[in-house]
């Protein structure tokens, strides 16, 4: 058993209850292109085109043989492009008949149909974060079944219901790489092990429940390491492709937050628009969030779908107010882990949390909190520090290939000068990967 001490849970309110829901019908989903570490996409569909569940809509330019295939059927309605035609999403129109596109597994096919038709992408490297190459083969793939982030449930309320499925995968997944599986679990009362299988039980505050924590504390990755990880949803969706050649459509998502009227967990479309999702039970005034409130992204009408990557949906005020002589105020509403306020020794169960930044942006203080919430052996400030100048190979040294994005949205949390190092650390980790090229 690992128990962390370091760290913080952010006492925010609205979480939802440990019960599974359906979710309303949806009529759109889409595949959003930031979801996806470097890729750039060569498009096999246009827009009026008709699809398939499991049709390829486009193939990674940087990786080739990794494809990105529909999780629907039905008619593509729009491509959306940013700046420099960046894709951004592309949004499918759920037909009322869906089809499936003909799987057909064997031992010799099995590897290559893997990328063929995307199951490969519930996967991701460490170090670098990104989708693994159609030709590798990983030494340890870690499998999380924790969920520390705000407003998450632990993954065991829904995954036991297809406990079955999940273990039969585990098998399937050995049998294919050959490789060490690692399953990180956070509930006392998971208890369906099987032979094979390496089980650690994690707990504490948040990060104890990131893939990037038990990656540390178990096999520390380094520049040669082949490492892989995913999250139970990912396993069954690999178990459904492999063991029944069908491609998964629902994952279970928590909705929760200060501005969801009834937090809640449902099973819904992979792809789904949020903002259909949330439909009826959403607050007036209120930023909509894909994944955590630490590291989601906010719903805007290009990226208005659930991240391929996100179990949850968060939602938080966007009304600021305005308070008289505001700092001045012993704020027993406000939450900090320096000890600024009155909430620190009052200690409020949970805290209505908005968008307010509460300062403006500044040189990096060398506060004791980035220490405090980082259990990683890893000297925090000198790393933060390094990343922002982009000294890379410093970085390097001070163990940045062990890290994603979400690995340091603490640091950002609790940074008082307002950097966001999740967007710093993925600008630094592009440029190490470049120079490897």
């Known amino acids: 058993m690992y128990h962390l001490k370091k760290g913080l849970n952010i006492p925010i309110s609205g979480s939802p209850e440990g019960t599974v829901s359906d979710s309303t019908k949806i009529s759109h989903v889409g595949i959003l292109g930031p979801d996806y570490i470097g890729m750039k996409p060569t498009m096999m569909v246009e827009i009026g085109d008709e699809v398939k569940i499991g049709s390829a809509l486009f193939e990674d330019k940087k990786n080739p043989g990794v494809f990105f295939t529909s999780p629907a059927g039905g008619l593509i309605k729009s491509i959306n492009r940013g700046e420099k035609r960046r894709f951004i999403s592309i949004e499918i129109e759920i037909a009322e008949q869906e089809d499936q596109?003909?799987?057909?597994?064997?031992?010799?096919?099995?590897?290559?149909?893997?990328?063929?038709?995307?199951?490969?992408?519930?996967?991701r490297t460490?170090?670098?974060n990104k989708t693994p190459k159609p030709s590798d083969i990983p030494d340890d793939i870690f499998v999380n079944i924790c969920d520390t982030n705000p407003l998450s449930v632990d993954p065991y309320i829904y995954l036991r219901h297809e406990i079955?499925?999940?273990?039969?995968?585990?098998?399937?997944?050995?049998?294919?790489f050959n490789c060490n599986i690692h399953v990180c679990y956070q509930n006392n009362d998971f208890n369906n092990f099987v032979d094979g299988i390496n089980y650690y039980n994690f707990n504490g505050p948040h990060p104890a429940g990131l893939s990037g924590t038990h990656i540390h504390f178990i096999k520390p990755v380094d520049i040669n390491s082949k490492c892989w990880y995913t999250d139970g949803q990912g396993i069954l969706s690999f178990g459904d492709f492999t063991l029944n050649n069908k491609i998964r459509t629902s994952k279970y998502v928590s909705i929760g937050g200060p501005s969801i009227i009834e937090p809640k967990i449902v099973k819904a479309r992979i792809g789904s628009d949020c903002r259909e999702l949330v439909a009826?039970?959403?607050?007036?005034?209120s930023r909509l969030i894909s994944g955590s409130v630490l590291n989601g992204y906010e719903i805007t009408d290009s990226l208005t779908f659930l991240g391929f990557y996100h179990n949850q949906i968060s939602a938080i005020s966007d009304e600021v107010p305005d308070t008289f002589l505001n700092w001045l105020m012993p704020g027993s509403k406000l939450h900090s882990k320096l000890g600024a306020f009155i909430s620190s020794w009052i200690k409020p169960d949970e805290f209505e949390f908005n968008t307010a930044l509460n300062g403006s942006n500044r040189g990096i203080?060398?506060?004791?909190?980035?220490?405090?919430?980082?259990?990683?052996?890893?000297m925090s400030l000198q790393l933060l520090k390094s990343i922002v100048v982009k000294d890379i190979e410093n970085a390097i040294k001070l163990?940045?290939?062990?890290?994603?994005?979400?690995?340091?949205?603490?640091?950002?949390?609790v940074c008082p000068s307002k950097y966001d190092y999740c967007s710093i650390l993925d600008e630094n980790l592009e440029l190490i990967y470049k120079e490897l090229q």
């Not at 079955?164 to 294919?176: C, M, P």
């Open 365 to 378: 203080v060398p506060v004791a909190a980035y220490e405090e919430v980082m259990p990683l052996n890893i």
């Open 126 to 128: 460490r170090p670098f």
């Open 280 to 285: 009826g039970n959403l607050k007036d005034n």
């Open 101 to 123: 596109v003909e799987i057909l597994n064997n031992d010799n096919e099995i590897l290559r149909n893997l990328s063929k038709y995307g199951v490969i992408n519930n996967f």
């Open 399 to 413: 163990g940045v290939l062990e890290l994603a994005p979400e690995d340091l949205s603490l640091c950002s949390y």
């Open 164 to 176: 079955d499925l999940f273990n039969r995968s585990l098998i399937k997944l050995k049998e294919i």
